[in-house]
Structure formats: structure tokens, C-alpha cells
């Protein structure tokens, strides 16, 4: 039937369109788009509603089924619908997934504690899943994981990341880092997230330790750019090259500070200073016009 109406409703028991106007069955037997289940509360529409996208840092990609309690009015019922819903989050994990769930566990938790964006952390799950079937680490390197997750996740978006920071945090060794690494090198191809995190992107962190002034930050950021121009910052740590070129800086613009507080400041060694120093000393020029 065709006919014009400015007040249509859709009846959801009867799929049926109704004019509230004159209330003539405008069509029938409509098929209802809607979920397929009922909400009688803000609550139930939340749990219930498929509304979360899919991720990587859950082992099941948030692919889930929830056995709600239901509206059951028997204590024997909802007895009966607690022990279901149990079973099911215990068989939600397959044997051969529990290790990839606590080491997820341990991402989301890193992520978490150095408040990383969702973009960063999805590459991480991503990184770490294909680490995973490759490598298939013990227990007692799943944290090691992790963290070599993160670092490389963070360096494709840009973000500076010190190695030594974040296994300080996590009571991880550099030892157990540095050889997981090289062993992900050996057996993986990471060419598709391999990147070059900018020098100039530890500066204001170092210049915010050392109180130093907004000139001591542009002089040294005109220093890496010249650095990078030439191909001096290419297999050198960036936050040494930082810390460097902000020693240096500071020398220049009448603000100095020692190698030892740059070094804490940067959390490098003065040992990577004072090598950075003679590199960029030895093949830079800097004029200085008093």
C-alpha cells in the first residue's frame, strides 16, 4: 500500500510501518535491522550491544560472547547461568593461548603506565603477535617481550622511548633485552616497522631537566638538523646525539652545564657524551659571532 504520511512508526513485534495520523498499516512484513535481543535498562544496552571495535592487544581480537544472567526469577536458574558464564571465560583462552594472554597482559600494562596512544598500542599487539609465533619465548620472557614491543612500536610512530628507562621501570635488564633483540633480528623480519626516531625529539625533555633557556633548544635543534643533513646521526643512539648537542649548546649560549648533568638529564652515560662530542667537534663547524 502507497500512501503519504509525516508521522510513520515502526512497530518492532509486528514489523509493521503504521501512520500515527490515521494509523493505516503503511507496510508489513518488514525485516527489523535492529540487534537481536532486548535492552530494558542503560546497563543491559551496554552489555549487550556490539559496539567495541576490533583490537589487537586482546588475544581473540575482541571477538566475545558474554552469557549474561538473563531475567531468570529461579535462584536455580541463575545459579545455572553463573556456572555457565564461568565455563565460558575459562574457555575463552585455548591452552596454547594463555602465554600470548599474559603477555598481552603485560603490553596493555606498559602502555598503560607511559600513557601511550591506542595507535601505538595497536602496533605494539601487532608486533608482538608476529614475535610470538615466531619466537614462542618461555614464561620467564614474556615481559622482555613486551617491552621490545613497545620500544619498536613507539619508534615507528615517533615517539622516544629510552631502552634503559623503560627496563629500569619494569625491573627487566638491558642483558635480556639487547640479546631478545638481536635473536628477533636473527629470526624476523621487522623491515615494515623499522624506523629512525629524530634526534631533535628528545630535546625538550633535556632542556626541561636542565632548566636551560628556549635558545640553548633552538641552537641545539639547528645543530642536529645540520647533523642529519650530512649523515652524522645515522647508527648513533639519537638520544646520545641529543645529549651532545645540548652539552655543546649550553657551552655556547654562556649556560653551561657538566657532562655529568647532561648525562643524568638524558639518562645516557658520559662516556656516549663526551664520543658524540668528539664526533660532532671533529666533522662540524660552528661559527660564532659575538
Known sequence: ????????????????????????????????????????SSEEWNKRAHASSLTNTVHDSGLITEVGSGA???????????????????????????????????????????????????????????????????????????????????????????????TEKFGVSEDEYWKLMSEIHMKTDLSEIKAYVDPRKFLPQIIYNLHLSQNVYLLSSKIIDTLKKNGLTEGKDPAGIAAAVVYISSIIMNEKKTQREVAQAANVTEVTIRNRYRDIVDKVTITVFI
Open 1 to 40: 500500500m502507497e500512501t503519504s504520511c509525516s508521522n510513520p512508526i515502526f512497530d518492532y513485534e509486528r514489523g509493521e510501518i503504521i501512520c500515527t495520523d490515521t494509523g493505516e498499516v503503511i507496510d508489513e512484513e518488514r525485516i527489523s535491522l535492529g540487534p537481536d535481543w532486548r535492552a530494558y
Open 72 to 166: 531468570s526469577k529461579s535462584l536455580r536458574e541463575t545459579l545455572k547461568m553463573k556456572k555457565l558464564a564461568l565455563l565460558q571465560r575459562k574457555l575463552r583462552v585455548d591452552k596454547n593461548e594463555r602465554k600470548l594472554v599474559e603477555a598481552l597482559t603485560y603490553l596493555n600494562n606498559i602502555c598503560n603506565i607511559l600513557g601511550l596512544p591506542d595507535n601505538t598500542r595497536e602496533t605494539a599487539a601487532i608486533v608482538l603477535k608476529k614475535l610470538f609465533s615466531v619466537l614462542q619465548p618461555r614464561q620467564s620472557k614474556l615481559m622482555v617481550l613486551a617491552i621490545a614491543s613497545v620500544v619498536l612500536a613507539s619508534r615507528k610512530h615517533g615517539i622516544p622511548i629510552r631502552v634503559r628507562e623503560i
